[in-house]
């Protein structure tokens, strides 16, 4: 299988919670991040956790990563259509290359 | 500070033809990356750079060769174009030491 793993579509409702899911098996990252990638546009940095750390929350996005599961989720609360993107989960050392996972696309509905 | 630019934004080429795509970046970073991005298969890291006048291979560097020639600017060359080829290519930087790549628009190629 592929080295980080992302499901390839979601689709909630306005006002719910996304929930996206990210697997990796390689553990000696240091980073692991989260990019969003609107239509026609580059990747944007949305966050990013320590793989010290179990969950890291700025305003809408929470991040939780179980080590022992080599699992990491990024959870958008009260998701808007504006929120409507490709979300890439990616593990990195500092300033190191990125390892990206397929995207996942994320289709909000009114 | 216009961040990470890419020239062209867009190219069709022929079979075996050769080009330059050029990416540069205002914020004296350190790290340069080409990345290609192809539906299914998130961004895949094609040749990197971690100062002026070196650069490395990364996870699909065949068919492509890269320069660093000035700090600002990190070029991903073309020198016979395939089919394969066809993707859209991103350019990204960072400072050294730092945990944050910023991207480019992109350049999307097709080649015929």
């Known amino acids: 299988g592929e080295d980080v793993e992302q499901s390839l579509f979601l689709s909630v409702r306005e006002g719910d919670s996304s929930v996206i899911n990210c697997t990796y098996t390689d553990s000696s990252s240091t980073y692991l991040y989260w990019y969003k990638q609107e239509p026609g546009a580059g990747l944007q940095l949305l966050t990013y956790?320590?793989?010290?750390?179990d969950m890291k929350q700025d305003q809408r996005l929470t991040v939780l990563l179980n080590k022992k599961d080599k699992h990491l989720s990024l959870r958008i609360a009260d998701t808007q259509t504006g929120d409507s993107a490709i979300y890439f989960c990616a593990r990195g050392n500092q300033g190191g290359k990125l390892i990206f996972g397929q995207g996942t696309e994320l289709s909000v509905k009114p | 500070n216009a961040g990470v630019t890419q020239t062209p934004k867009f190219r069709v080429l022929k079979t075996g033809q050769s080009m330059t795509l050029l990416c540069a970046q205002d914020m004296n970073h350190e790290y340069m990356y080409w990345y290609r991005q192809d539906p299914g298969m998130g961004l895949r890291l094609i040749h990197y750079s971690v100062g002026e006048g070196t650069t490395a291979k990364g996870e699909v560097p065949d068919g492509y060769n890269v320069s660093r020639l000035k700090k600002q600017n990190f070029l991903l060359g073309l020198e016979s174009a395939a089919p394969s080829q066809t993707s859209v290519y991103f350019c990204a930087s960072c400072l050294a030491g730092s945990y944050e790549q910023y991207f480019g628009p992109g350049t999307r190629l097709t080649v015929t």
């Open positions: 956790i320590f793989s010290n750390m």
